[in-house]
């Protein structure tokens, strides 16, 4: 079985048509889930890029393998593309990793293949490029891409430079506004955006693939870097949606429940990190960013449509899983808010999930079982076929292949998620004294069929607990109103995290 994991960066779960939004235009993908199955209840391990990758790729969770950013995921971690490599398998990956860090760094004796300064520099991009480590966390081949929206280098920039050397210096000047705006057309023409050039490497991949030896089967990753902001449709899909057009969610005015909330009321808007996280938004620049994301979105449904029509006309189509995800969600206006953080809130947690394999999926199911991000690893070796003897010993996941076979499966009667920002030292490492307020955090999530629960260290006698079916937009909080409910709740939290505790350092066998 041949595997195609196509992952996103910052897509809602309800960001696509067949998801049910009215609005954006995703043909592509809603056909592909009408082919295979998708997931409603899919969540991540994590609700921010770097530590939910590495879940996604080691299938394990969070304290497990990467709790935080400026840690570089091992070079000898078990990822499921290592395994698949080492079983014979062709392995390409063309987009954004993430897998080590980007920026502030905890420890200076450690580099990053993907480290943004270095490759945004025209002194040091080379360099970059000769020292670049393959294979990589089992890719043996590896087009990079660093950055978001229309700020992005790696080789991304070779590729633009092949083409059209006279944007180079217009990719220079984006650089730096990688955070800098939420939102604006980009001066990039469409074919020599990001998102084209994933398409042209999948595709070039994919036609290499038919022409050579088809005894091995192959693992092609593509993993966009939109619609994360700077939100920054090229072309045409920066005016296919219009920002009068956009509707806001239900919870929009309830900003107050963020400002008096006290853990993120204090979070909100800070110097340095206000276009980043914990973002307040007002109703001119929500509806904005909503309609830029869209168009994104649906430059990207078109990527994934050619891509798949070169599967389909290369003869592989029958041959070949396909997996569709994202990394983590965004607010989108949920709470007067955009962007993301270490939020309470559906819309970070739960994103799109979508399998086609076939033989195994039938056409059109959708499931509202409850999956994770560590659950998506273990899937895909056990379609694959590897033997469990020869996968990596310590995934934490469960296995989807029943649930692919049957929606009404259920595996799960909760999601854990995790995040652990808790190092204030790293304010230093990203040599900006004015970052000295850190919206720094540890927490813990219980997602159940019902009910989303959210703990915060450092505020004892608080939480998160809202009924996900009677109060779909979390408007009304039961922590107070239901202590029996939050017992119950927070109990089960306590045995999950117990149970998924980091089981590291093994001990050793005895002689």
């Known amino acids: 079985m041949n595997v195609i994991f196509f992952i996103t960066d910052q897509q809602r779960a309800d960001h696509l048509g067949c998801a049910g939004n009215k609005v954006l ?5 809603d056909k592909l889930a009408g082919e295979g199955i998708r997931f409603s209840n899919a969540y991540v391990g994590n609700p921010t890029c770097m530590p ?31 395994t698949l490599r080492d079983q014979g398998y062709v392995t390409k990956a063309v987009g954004k990793m993430h897998l080590n860090f980007w920026a502030g760094q905890y420890d200076k004796s450690h580099r990053s293949a993907e480290y943004i300064p270095a490759w945004m520099n025209p002194e040091t991009h080379d360099q970059m490029v000769k020292d670049f480590p393959l294979p ?36 220079r000047e984006l ?44 693992l092609l990753k593509v ?15 920066a005016n296919m949606y219009k920002a009068e057009d956009m509707q806001l969610p239900a919870s929009f ?16 808007n800070q110097p340095g990190f206000e276009n980043m996280l914990f973002h307040t938004s007002n109703e001119e620049e929500a509806k904005n960013f909503i309609s830029h994301t869209y168009g994104m979105l649906t430059m990207i449904d078109d990527s994934v449509g050619k891509i798949l029509a070169t599967l389909k006309d290369l003869g592989l189509e029958d041959d070949t899983m396909i997996v569709y995800t994202s ?68 995934m934490q996941g469960h296995i989807l292949t029943p649930m692919l076979k049957d929606p009404n499966q259920k595996l799960r009667d909760n999601c854990l998620i995790e995040v652990d920002e808790i190092d204030t030292g790293r304010v230093d490492r990203w040599q900006n004294p004015s970052l000295a307020s850190l919206p720094v955090g540890r927490l813990k999530y219980l997602i159940t ?63």
């Not at 005015?253 to 909100?268: A, K, V």
């Open 327 to 394: 990394d983590h969600g965004d607010m989108m206006g949920d709470h007067g808010m955009i962007l993301k953080g270490w939020l309470p809130y559906k819309g970070i947690l739960n994103v799109p999930l979508i399998f086609k394999v076939p033989g195994v999926t039938k056409a059109g199911n959708v499931s509202d079982s409850l999956v994770s991000a560590v659950d998506l690893a273990p899937t895909i070796l056990n379609i694959c076929g590897i033997d469990p003897e020869l996968q990596p010993p310590d």
């Open 25 to 29: 235009q995703t043909p592509n993908i």
């Open 52 to 82: 939910n990758r590495c879940s996604i790729m080691t299938g394990q969770y969070p304290n497990t393998c990467i709790r935080t950013f400026g840690v570089n995921l091992p070079e000898d971690a078990p990822t499921f593309s290592g």
């Open 253 to 268: 005015d309830d900003l107050s429940s963020i400002r008096n909330h006290p853990y993120i009321g204090t979070r909100t």
């Open 449 to 511: 069929d019902r009910y989303s629960l959210t703990v915060y260290d450092g505020f004892p006698g608080y939480g998160d607990l809202f009924d996900l079916q009677e109060d779909p937009h979390q408007l009304n909080n039961l922590w107070d109103t239901n202590p029996d409910l939050r017992h119950a709740l927070v109990e089960k939290l306590l045995f999950e995290v117990i149970k998924q505790q980091s089981i590291y350092p093994k001990k050793q066998a005895m002689a």
């Open 223 to 237: 993993s966009y870097p939109d619609p994360h902001h700077p939100c920054t449709p090229p072309g045409k899909y």
């Open 175 to 218: 650089g730096p506004k990688i955070i800098a705006d939420m939102y604006r057309k980009s001066p990039i023409p469409e074919e020599f955006y990001p998102t084209s050039y994933l398409t042209d490497r999948a595709v070039d991949f994919l036609e290499s693939f038919a022409r050579g030896n088809k005894e091995k089967p192959f």
């Open 136 to 171: 990589y966390y089992g890719f043996d081949e590896m087009d990079l891409v660093v950055g978001h929206g229309d700020s992005c280098n790696g080789h991304y920039q070779d590729w633009v430079a092949e083409r059209a050397p006279e944007l180079l210096p217009v990719l």
